[in-house]
């Protein structure tokens, strides 16, 4: 007999969590829509070629490879002396890693057919071979808005005006911290070290995890020079409000064009942000690194204040990312909502709304044939006018039926016999306070609704 059971970092959802889960999509979805983004889907299952090579080393580490079907080893020398030259010859394929380079290709494959500036937004699971940890699994959803075919600044904080309403929606307090890869492109420069950007961003992206120490121990393992490192170790403490950081940068970039362009796109950022009164703390942190390798301008992260968790949403601005399946100079900009990280600082701060637990307002009980039938078009009347009831499927004890209803948390019982049945009438019964009433079929609509 095989033990039942699921692979490391995937999950089972119960129906209560699969309501707590539909209520995070369609709060997101219904910010979404409202700010003109259009839903798009792609496929489990990319080329590997499509995938491989844009989310850095790490990314690529992470990477679900697909096996080729049928007899992937034929013709195939099993002796190959590389690992990784017997891979590509058995996989072609792999699991989306997120959702943005598959959008990209879907830019590029359905370019004809789209007319630009085009917002989608996709709602879809990803996965990574990652070590299964709290808030970390190797199968998530993410929630993804994107707009594509424009290099406007208005884009930017229109996400961040999205962020701020998705999350006061649900009650949840944040902090948008943002950055600018130009400013992370400067500060490189500024050390000494312009060459070795992707590697700085990788080590800084880890400074929450790691700590300053350990942060500076792998720049040093990546090749940066300790006098390098040390020219950073004020950037690690970069203090003060938006308008004071922005003035140091300004300073520090007096001989960097790329860290000044990308300090005035801070700036204009902002400057749009405040224009559309986004009540959410948004603040600056020049230690945002965002580790993929395709964003080229605007980062952004955002973390749950009174909640020790990692980020719960993040994105940034793209260049050149459709540029990689042949169409050149589209810019693109989007953001990354982490549904089941949502769902766990909504747990724990027990902001999921009661009703969620208790879908069913009302059950019929089944007393037998006759009454079944005069049930029936009862419960049509109430699912008519959007009250989500039941009927019992089978004629049953009176307590196992009441059993039924208390175990499933269903507030009201509806009942009927040949007395009800003679007067057109319904016994209504109250299950927490016992009380019971006859109500014709309309009047139990009234009190349910």
Request: proline share 4%.
């Amino acid at each position: 007999m095989i033990k039942p059971s699921i692979p490391k970092g995937t999950r089972d959802f119960s129906p209560v969590e699969m309501m707590r889960r539909n209520y995070i999509f369609q709060t997101i979805r219904s910010v979404f829509e409202r700010h003109a983004y259009l839903p798009i889907e792609t496929p489990a299952m990319e080329n590997l070629s499509t995938l491989m090579g844009k989310y850095g080393e790490e990314g690529d580490r992470l990477l679900f490879k697909v096996l080729n079907s049928g007899d992937f080893t034929q013709g195939v020398e099993m002796t190959e002396p590389s690992p990784v030259r017997l891979a590509t010859k058995i996989c072609e394929k792999g699991l989306r890693y997120d959702l943005t380079v598959p959008f990209a290709r879907f830019v590029v494959q359905h370019q004809n057919e789209l007319v630009f500036p085009f917002k989608r937004y996709q709602m879809q699971p990803v996965w990574r071979a990652d070590r299964p940890q709290k808030g970390r699994y190797r199968e998530f959803y993410q929630c993804d808005a994107d707009v594509i075919g424009t290099n406007s600044l208005l884009n930017e904080a229109e996400l961040m005006q999205i962020t701020s309403e998705i999350f006061q929606k649900f009650g949840i307090d944040v902090v948008i911290k943002v950055n600018n890869r130009k400013v992370l492109s400067g500060i490189a420069e500024v050390l000494g070290e312009a060459d070795k950007i992707t590697d700085i961003c990788t080590a800084i992206d880890k400074l929450d995890k790691i700590g300053k120490e350990n942060v500076c121990a792998e720049l040093l393992e990546r090749g940066i020079s300790e006098a390098a490192i040390e020219k950073l170790q004020p950037f690690f403490d970069f203090g003060g409000t938006n308008a004071e950081k922005l003035h140091k940068l300004s300073e520090v970039f007096a001989n960097s064009e790329i860290g000044t362009k990308g300090v005035e796109e801070l700036r204009k950022m902002l400057e749009y942000a405040d224009y559309l009164n986004i009540n959410t703390n948004i603040e600056i942190d020049i230690t945002l690194a965002r580790g993929l390798n395709y964003y080229t301008g605007a980062i952004f992260e955002v973390k749950a204040l009174n909640v020790s968790i990692g980020s719960i949403s993040g994105g940034g601005r793209y260049d050149n990312l459709t540029g990689i399946f042949g169409l050149k100079n589209v810019s693109g900009v989007g953001i990354s909502y982490g549904a089941e990280r949502i769902y766990d600082v909504l747990n724990e701060l027990e902001l999921f709304p009661k009703s969620l637990e208790n879908p069913v307002k009302a059950l019929f009980i089944n007393f037998g044939e006759k009454e079944e039938l005069y049930a029936l078009s009862a419960l049509q009347v109430l699912r008519n006018a959007g009250v989500t009831a039941e009927l019992f499927p089978d004629k049953a004890k009176i307590a196992k039926q009441m059993t039924f209803a208390n175990s499933r948390g269903i507030p009201f019982v509806i009942m009927a016999g040949e007395d009800e049945m003679k007067d057109n009438v319904f016994t209504f019964k109250n299950m927490e306070t016992g009380e019971q009433q006859k109500l014709p079929i309309e009047s139990i609509v009234e009190c349910l609704k």
